[in-house]
């Protein structure tokens, strides 16, 4: 019996012993733990972007004139041909004090000079009227031939001289009128008799996006006045880092998210513009960036969006269809590779895994750890090979 | 008296081992009452002179750019006694060796004479004269090994400048110099303020004849709401932040927390080694009174009034009280020096000293004198007013009853030592029950020390694994469109960002308000989270806020109350916002919402504050170079070292605390359970006197007194598990604040270590004792009449 | 006077009265149980005799009736007075002075205060006494004078008897109570001591009562009283003294 109670006493002496060593053992470590699984892994490039009508005609105003307002509203529809605006000529320039004199005085001036080609005209029908005389006279004596062929001819050429120069001289007297009437003219300073209105037609079919210039008024010539596109054949434009944009191929498939409606839009890659341009970027630093320009994929319409409107375009770049991907905090590089934690009977041990294709959130496992397998995400410091873990 | 006084110094000296091991406890506790207080004392005194000497502000406020003569607007409002503009901007240091960024806030000097508010002092080198000349804080100088002279490369406002440090300073304005967020603790590597004279800020960053920062003196009897409110509305118009009190003001607030938690510790650790102490001193005295029955009775017999002994025992109560109260205040002089010394490493004065207030350990003398008479003085009493006739009775002999296993038939299991043990622990159930409370509570106060650090690492642990699951936050200078992300993304290294926006709001309900940082969370977030206490994410709803709990008890708002939301940034809307749910974190007052929603509520699309990141490890340090040299990025932090900062910090701090915890706990283990040993021992010398007579051997009889102890001790054992949880569950409110909260998340080797350390110190004493039980003197003992 | 002579006393009535119990009794509780210890005790005890009281071996009663006539308890019943001064209604303040400046007592264990030297021991005594002599002459009246810095644990059962003897006389009391002053001694230690008891008796006239169980030492006393059953059986008067050199037990 003393031996009975001797071993009870040193278990129970154990015991205690035992149970605070437990208490210094170290403790399974509480884990957050994810599932391999099976799905899709893209690689994907996002820019801003934005929308824009594929086709956008400016109407330029081809003279200056005087429009009237504009009926026009952004979204109206318009055929080809359409009026789309009415250039009036443009009321004179009013006359200040100066002009005014100056313009009185070239109409005087220009009467004078009427006169004067009134004058000259006389003078030049009198010589006219005394050359007739005269080869008349001549003509008559060489038919009796009293004077020489020469002086007929003489005779003939001045009075052709003069029949010119009556001619010389009614026309400067009628340019001289002309004169006078542009001089007259410049005194005009109304419009009451206008002339001819210019009209500016559209020249396709589709709808006014912008009317660049809505109220009545003098337009320049060549000022933009409306713009005019077809919103249902949209074009998405980003412009890339160029190092990213040499990754980006034409149609390559894209999605165009948060555009302000449910889900995203399904575009395809058209365009990579083989020419680069410098910008600063968001964050102040100067960088090559190229265009990329995407359209909407077939069959894909979205009535809600218009022209300019931002978008965000995802560009992938590479798809995966079923693969087998672990999320990206999980995996971590070591001198030996890829590696991540797995958990297995309650324990935490170390993989080393091939990888393949990582986006931000997602790494594809070629080999090293099968489906369904539990691993350990973002793994503690205090997580080792062997280390007991509980997935919390 | 005299000669009645001289036994009392020689009963003193017949107990020696048991008088120091109580003087051992009453000195624990007087120590660290003198010490904290002390300090507490010493720092409150050092704050107010600090404050008044260097003028420090009673509000504070910034904006974004504010004319000179806005100066004069705010002089005149009601209650204002002086008016300090002055420029302050946090700017990237480009510090070599240290790959990632630091931080300096600029703080502008006046061009001519001392800041009338939140003067600085000047403790090594000379004012700063150039426009590139600036004073360097202390604690930032000291961590960087600057020195007069040191030259410091900045970015001012996109461009790299060079700072010449000509002296170091401090202020009331950083006696903690922490640079606001989430890191509530100082980072002197990383963080430092630079005084810089306030014409080279305003042509660094296009302030002349304006500030973006003012700082307020009250007059007598000026209400501080309401000047704080006048203030808001001046500055709204220049883009103003909000005003805070100083009641609020970063290192004033920590302060003052920090000297709150002292002085509720202060009086409270203490009275736990009081109690024991009182405990010790019931026992002893009851002991020492029935050995001296016979004596009292004879000094009664001769004439000595119940006065007279009364008084005697009281006497002997007295040198208790006496030395204790001296070595505790010699200890604590001496911890208080350290703890002074070690409060001087964090929270900056001029001159720090430590100086021991004489009332100090005569309030502890008090108030160890109370808690041991409380203890004693129904034994004092009792001896007092013993009939004579009866103390010369023998005492009629222990009443023994069977015990409870015994009355279960188990009898058989046990030895007839084991039957006396029992027995014996049955017969007093009150002194084995506080003999248990009291070896439970050395194994509390170490489970509750080793609690507070386990909730510590905890909170770290959650934010580095849990919560920040970034490797890089990037903050931009003003918040940038959703390009900027993209922008951020496509830097060499970076393997995923997700954006953030973060503006500071001020959050009202009903009469209730705080100034606190919203922050927009983008959906499907995987990088930086927000959990709750179980470290289970938490989702942000489509719309309506998540509230940290304390914030919402702060409002006085629940799940479902709406709240008006005045943001203090771009378009400074102001709406109401239904709380969606309160969440239970662990720093800060902090509002979240979706960042969607959070762009409708400001009229915004997809503008972000910053970024967080993860990097590719092998790319780490040039995207630092890089994100660090762009304009529009502010700053650049690296989680991994701003936790280890953090806890190589905490770290160093707690080692002090461990070490004193296990020492005291150590002297309380030790001195139970000697005391209770060495009264075992008295008390039943005869009898195991007599057992030795009968053969038993000296290992047989150490069972039995041992034995009885060793029951004690075990039992005491999660006895002490449960108390230590439940003191930690009682004092874990009184450490949460708004700036950190603490979970109750005791390992188990905190259980462990506890338990480890009071059975090696019981284990020890009990050798002690074995040692006089071998060398007793049979015959001697087996002679006495007990 | 030599020692082995018989010597004659007469009870002399005319004698002051220095104790009259009045129908003492004493009812105490030991443990669980009740004891009727004195059941109505009357006794007058005169100025300087030697008195003995007898009580049946092993009983309490006799050391009760002392602890009554010393003060240091009070009776369930009856009355106790001391010259003209009642006992009974004293109080505690009344009897505590009582005992400081009129009485002596001397116990079957010694009781000294065994962290005291002898002479600190009776030093305990007459620094509260009104009219002490000093501790020195008492020890030397005991014989003990060679032992004064002595502590109890390094005194002989008799010599520590003798301490507490000094101690009580050294107050010069007017009464000497004694219980079982020899119970824990030999023959021969015990006749030492009672040679000290009957010295101070004889020289300085206290009034001596002396409580045992053992009959021998009754032959040395004035009176016997002889207790039984709580009350008093007989009282005897020793016609012829014995010295205690004389006596055997």
Redesign the interface.
């Known amino acids: 019996m003393k031996w009975v109670k001797r071993i009870l006493a040193v278990a129970a002496a154990l015991a205690v012993v035992a149970t605070v060593a437990w208490g210094f053992m170290p403790r399974p470590v509480p884990v957050d733990t994810a599932a391999i699984g099976r799905g899709m892994l893209e690689v994907t490039l996002a820019e801003e972007g934005r929308t824009r009508v594929r086709d956008r005609f400016v109407v330029f105003a081809s003279v200056a004139g005087h429009m009237a307002r504009l009926s026009l509203r952004s979204g109206d529809a318009v055929a080809a041909g359409d009026t789309l605006a009415t250039l009036a000529p443009l009321p004179p320039q009013p006359l200040d004090a100066r002009a005014r004199a100056q313009a009185a005085a070239n109409v005087r001036a220009a009467e004078a000079d009427l006169n004067q080609a009134g004058q000259q005209a006389e003078a030049a029908a009198a010589e006219l009227a005394y050359a007739r005389q005269r080869l008349e006279d001549l003509r008559a004596l060489r038919r009796t031939e009293h004077v020489a062929q020469d002086a007929v001819n003489a005779a003939e050429t001045r009075h052709a001289v003069a029949e010119a120069a009556l001619r010389s001289a009614e026309f400067a007297r009628a340019a001289a009128n002309y004169r006078l009437e542009a001089a007259r003219a410049a005194l005009v300073e109304d419009n009451a008799a206008p002339g001819r209105a210019v009209t500016v037609r559209a020249p396709v079919s589709g709808r006014v996006l912008r009317v660049l210039r809505e109220s009545e008024g003098p337009v320049l010539a060549g000022e933009p006045l409306v713009e005019i596109g077809d919103v249902a054949a949209l074009e998405v434009v980003a412009d890339f880092l160029s190092r990213d944009a040499a990754r980006i191929q034409p149609r390559m498939k894209a999605r165009l998210e948060r555009w302000g409606g449910a889900g995203s839009l399904d575009a395809v890659v058209r365009l990579v513009e083989p020419s680069g341009f410098s910008k600063i970027s968001a964050l102040g630093v100067e960088e090559q960036r190229v265009n990329v320009v995407l359209d909407l994929a077939a069959g894909t319409t979205a009535a809600e969006l218009g022209d300019g409107f931002r978008v965000e375009v995802r560009v992938i770049l590479e798809q995966s269809v079923n693969v087998l991907k672990a999320p990206a905090g999980a995996v971590f590089s070591t001198p030996q590779g890829q590696a991540l934690f797995a958990v297995e009977d309650g324990r935490a041990v170390r993989k080393i895994v091939q990888t393949g294709r990582r986006n931000g959130l997602e790494v594809e496992i070629v080999s090293g750890i099968g489906e369904g397998a539990l691993v350990i995400l973002h793994p503690p410091d205090t997580v080792q090979d062997g280390r007991q873990v509980t997935p919390r | 008296?005299?000669?009645?006084n001289?036994?009392l110094l020689?009963?003193l000296w017949?107990m020696k081992g048991q008088a120091l091991a109580i003087c051992l406890v009453i000195m624990s506790g007087v120590a660290l009452f003198v010490a904290q207080l002390a300090t507490l004392d010493r720092l409150k005194v050092t704050q107010q002179e600090y404050y008044a000497q260097y003028r420090f502000a009673d509000v504070f406020a910034a904006c974004k750019r504010a004319p000179e003569s806005v100066a004069g607007q705010i002089a005149a409002i009601e209650g204002v006694d002086a008016v300090q503009t002055r420029i302050v901007v946090d700017v990237t240091l480009d510090i070599p060796g240290l790959d990632e960024p630091a931080i300096g806030r600029l703080v502008s000097l006046p061009d001519h004479g001392r800041p009338v508010l939140n003067d600085v002092h000047l403790r090594a080198g000379r004012w700063p004269a150039a426009d590139d000349e600036v004073l360097a804080n202390e604690a930032f100088a000291a961590a960087r090994g600057y020195r007069e002279g040191s030259t410091i490369s900045a970015l001012l406002n996109?461009r790299k400048r060079v700072l010449t440090i000509t002296g170091v300073g401090l202020s009331p304005e950083f006696i903690y110099s922490i640079r606001g967020g989430a890191n509530p603790l100082p980072d002197d590597k990383r963080f430092g303020v630079l005084w810089m004279p306030r014409r080279g800020l305003e042509s660094a960053f296009d302030m002349e004849g304006a500030f973006n920062n003012v700082a307020l003196k009250l007059g007598r009897g000026a209400s501080g709401q309401e000047v704080a409110r006048r203030l808001d509305m001046i500055l709204e118009r220049h883009g103003g932040f909000g005003a805070t009190l100083r009641a609020n003001q970063l290192s004033h607030w920590f302060l003052n927390n920090e000297l709150e938690q002292l002085s509720r510790f202060g009086v409270v650790v203490p009275l736990v080694f009081l109690g024991v102490a009182a405990f010790l001193l019931n026992v002893v005295l009851n002991r020492l009174i029935s050995t001296q029955r016979?004596?009292i009775?004879?000094?009664?017999?001769?004439?000595?009034?119940?006065p007279a002994i009364g008084l005697h025992y009281a006497k002997l109560i007295l040198l208790f009280v006496v030395i204790g109260t001296a070595l505790g205040a010699a200890v604590g002089a001496y911890l208080g020096d350290a703890l002074v010394a070690l409060y001087g490493t964090v929270y900056r004065f001029p001159s720090l000293t430590f100086a021991l207030n004489p009332l100090l350990p005569l309030a502890a003398g008090a108030l160890s004198g109370a808690a041991c008479y409380a203890g004693t003085l129904k034994a004092v009493l009792a001896a007092a007013s013993l009939?004579?006739?009866?103390a010369?009775?023998p005492q009629?002999?222990p009443?023994y009853r069977p015990t409870v296993i015994e009355r279960l038939g188990l009898q058989r299991?046990l030895?007839q030592p084991?039957r006396m043990i029992l027995r014996n622990l049955e017969r007093r159930p009150y002194r084995a029950l506080l003999s248990i409370s009291a070896i439970g509570m050395a194994v509390a106060i170490l489970v509750w020390g080793f609690a507070f650090i386990d909730s510590i690492w905890y909170v770290i642990?959650s934010q580095?694994?849990?919560i920040q699951?970034e490797d890089i936050t990037v903050a931009?200078v003003e918040p940038?469109?959703?390009?900027?992300l993209?922008?951020?993304?496509?830097q060499q290294g970076v393997?995923?960002?997700e954006p953030f926006r973060s503006v500071a709001a001020r959050v009202r309900f009903e009469h209730r308000h705080r100034l606190t940082g919203l922050t927009g969370v983008p959906r499907g977030v995987?990088l930086s989270r927000v959990v709750d206490e179980n470290?289970?994410p938490v989702a942000m709803p489509a719309d309506g806020l998540v509230l940290s709990r304390w914030l919402g008890r702060a409002l006085g708002v629940k799940a479902g109350d709406s709240v008006q939301v005045e943001v203090l940034e771009a378009r400074r809307p102001a709406l109401s916002v239904p709380v969606a749910a309160l969440v239970d974190d662990f720093v800060g007052l902090n509002a979240y919402m979706d960042l969607d929603a959070l762009g409708r509520l400001m009229g915004e699309?997809?503008v972000i504050s910053g970024a967080h990141l993860?990097v590719d490890?092998?790319r780490q340090t040039q995207l630092y170079r890089a994100l660090k040299d762009?304009?529009?990025?502010a700053g650049v932090a690296v989680k991994a070292s701003t936790i280890q900062s953090m806890r190589d910090q905490i770290t160093q701090n707690l080692m002090y605390s461990v070490i004193f915890n296990i020492v005291f706990a150590c002297i309380i283990a030790f001195g139970v359970v000697y005391n209770n040993a060495r009264i075992a021992l008295g008390e039943s010398a005869r009898e195991l006197a007599s057992l030795r007579v009968l053969g038993l051997t000296r290992a047989e009889i150490s069972f039995i007194l041992l034995g009885e102890l060793a029951v004690l001790t075990?039992v005491a054992?999660p006895v002490g598990c449960v108390m230590g949880w439940a003191i930690s569950v009682a004092t874990g409110e009184l450490l949460n604040t708004e700036v950190i909260r603490l979970p109750l998340k005791i390992?188990?080797?905190s259980?462990?270590?506890g338990?480890?350390v009071v059975?090696a110190a019981s284990t020890v004493s009990a050798l002690v004792v074995r040692r006089r039980l071998d060398h007793l003197d049979l015959v001697e003992v087996l002679k006495s009449?007990e | 006077m030599a020692d082995n002579e018989p010597i004659y006393v007469l009870a002399d009535t005319t004698r002051e009265c220095v104790f009259r119990a009045e129908g003492l009794t004493k009812v105490y509780r030991m443990g669980e149980v009740e004891v009727h210890a004195l059941r109505g005790v009357d006794l007058d005890l005169y100025q300087g005799e030697f008195v003995v009281m007898l009580g049946p071996s092993g009983k309490r009663q006799v050391h009760l009736l002392l602890n009554i006539l010393g003060g240091l308890d009070v009776p369930s019943a009856g009355r106790v007075t001391y010259r003209d001064r009642d006992l009974t209604g004293a109080g505690e303040r009344g009897l505590t002075e009582y005992r400081r400046h009129h009485v002596g007592f001397v116990f079957q264990f010694y009781n000294l205060i065994p962290s005291l030297t002898a002479r600190e021991n009776v030093a305990l005594v007459t620094e509260i006494a009104r009219d002490p002599m000093p501790p020195e002459d008492a020890l030397e009246l005991v014989g003990l004078s060679h032992r004064a810095d002595h502590f109890p644990a390094q005194l002989s059962g008799g010599e520590q008897q003798r301490v507490a003897i000094a101690r009580a006389i050294a107050k010069r009391p007017q009464v000497l109570l004694c219980d079982e002053p020899t119970g824990a001694l030999d023959i021969t230690t015990g006749v030492v001591v009672l040679q000290a008891i009957e010295r101070v008796n004889r020289e300085l006239g206290t009034t001596t009562c002396v409580i045992t169980h053992n009959a021998a030492i009754s032959r040395m006393a004035d009176r016997v009283v002889h207790i039984a059953d709580g009350r008093i059986a007989r009282v005897d008067h020793n016609t012829a003294k014995l010295a205690p050199a004389d006596l055997q037990w």
Do not use: I, W
């Open positions: 008296m005299r000669a009645l001289r036994k020689r009963d017949h996109g016979e004596q009775a004879a000094l009664k017999a001769f004439g000595y009034g119940n009939p004579p006739a009866e010369m009775r009629a002999p009443l299991l030895s084991a642990d580095e694994y849990d699951r931009f940038r469109p959703q390009s900027a993209h922008a951020v993304r496509a393997l995923h960002a995987t470290l289970r699309d997809g993860r490890p092998a762009m304009p529009a990025v075990v054992l390992s188990d080797f259980y462990a270590f338990c480890a059975l009449r």
